[in-house]
């Protein structure tokens, strides 16, 4: 299950590339308002967002934020990584945080096999999904 975190992380990122074209920055008020986002928590994940390169804020007047990275190359999966960390549902499955499991003998596991492609299954959409994808086409 994806954090409230990253879920706010993922309808900020939708309504920014949906208002893009305005060629304007966007306030945090504007879009905690329009997604329903709490302000304070909002302007964290910004924050967070800005720090992994996917937009640029700027302060003032005519300040806010914008996508500095193309809608079409944020994927999910790497955006989960980056606000959540692992996407397997186990650690012993998981490509990028591996660790083992204290109580299991993972050559003879019979979960791990269920659970390694339950990882693949996800990986194959969330890896090919990106922000733009997902976008409504209005």
């Given at each position: 299950?994806?954090?409230?975190?990253?879920?706010?992380?993922?309808?900020?990122?939708?309504?920014?590339?949906?208002?893009?074209?305005?060629?304007?920055?966007?306030?945090?008020?504007?879009?905690?308002?329009?997604?329903?986002?709490?302000?304070?928590?909002?302007?964290?994940?910004?924050?967070?967002?800005?720090?992994?390169?996917?937009?640029?804020?700027?302060?003032?007047?005519?300040?806010?934020?914008?996508?500095?990275?193309d809608?079409?190359?944020?994927?999910?999966?790497?955006?989960?990584?980056?606000?959540?960390?692992?996407?397997?549902?186990?650690?012993?499955?998981?490509?990028?945080?591996?660790?083992?499991?204290?109580?299991?003998?993972?050559?003879?596991?019979?979960?791990?096999?269920?659970?390694?492609q339950?990882?693949?299954?996800?990986?194959?959409?969330?890896?090919?999904?990106?922000?733009?994808?997902m976008?409504?086409?209005?």
């Amino acid at each position: 299950m994806i954090s409230k975190k990253c879920k706010y992380a993922i309808k900020a990122l939708l309504y920014l590339a949906d208002h893009q074209s305005e060629d304007r920055s966007i306030f945090s008020s504007e879009i905690a308002e329009q997604e329903k986002i709490p302000k304070k928590f909002l302007e964290t994940i910004l924050r967070e967002l800005r720090n992994f390169k996917l937009l640029q804020s700027q302060r003032g007047k005519t300040g806010g934020y914008r996508l500095i990275k193309d809608p079409k190359d944020i994927y999910l999966a790497e955006l989960i990584r980056q606000v959540d960390g692992p996407i397997a549902m186990l650690p012993c499955v998981s490509l990028n945080y591996y660790a083992s499991c204290e109580e299991c003998d993972e050559e003879n596991c019979q979960i791990k096999n269920v659970f390694e492609q339950v990882r693949d299954k996800t990986l194959k959409v969330l890896t090919t999904t990106s922000i733009d994808s997902m976008r409504s086409k209005i």
